[in-house]
Structures are given as C-alpha cells and as structure tokens.
C-alpha cells in the first residue's frame, strides 16, 4: 500500500510543518487523503484574542488531523 502513496507539496506562510499524502486506485478506496498538521507562532491573531483580549500576545501552537475517503 505505501507505493500507491502521493505526497503532496504545500505552501503555508505559517511557521508550520505537515504532510499530505493520497491513496488513489487501492483495492478497499478508490481515493484516500490524509493530512497531518502543525503550526505555531509567536503571537494569537487578533480573531482569535477579539473575545478573549487577555490572550493578546500570547503564542499559539496548533495540531491536527484531517481525512478523506472515497470508498471503492
């Protein structure tokens, strides 16, 4: 199954780090994505401190994990 992987090359302007891979044509999904992320910085974007200003300046550091399946 790892030789059916793709990688996919992104472009955040974020100090980030991920990886995106994608399974196509596999004998259970017709298309598999997963995506691994993490981001950080050194002060909380004001969308994010607007209802909780005593956030204001603080860093932030996020992490996720989001899929998507097409079944065969």
């Not at 598999?32 to 050194?42: C, I, K, L, P, Y």
Request: no cysteine; glycine share 12%; net charge positive.
């Amino acid at each position: 199954m790892a030789q059916n992987l793709s990688k996919i090359v992104g472009s955040a302007k974020l100090a980030a780090g991920g990886r995106s891979r994608v399974l196509r044509n596999g004998g259970v999904f017709e298309q598999a994505g997963v995506n691994f992320s993490h981001v950080h910085g050194e002060a909380m974007p004001a969308s994010a401190t607007a209802h909780r200003p005593e956030l204001a300046g603080r860093s932030f550091e996020a992490m996720g994990v989001s899929l998507v399946v097409h079944p065969a």
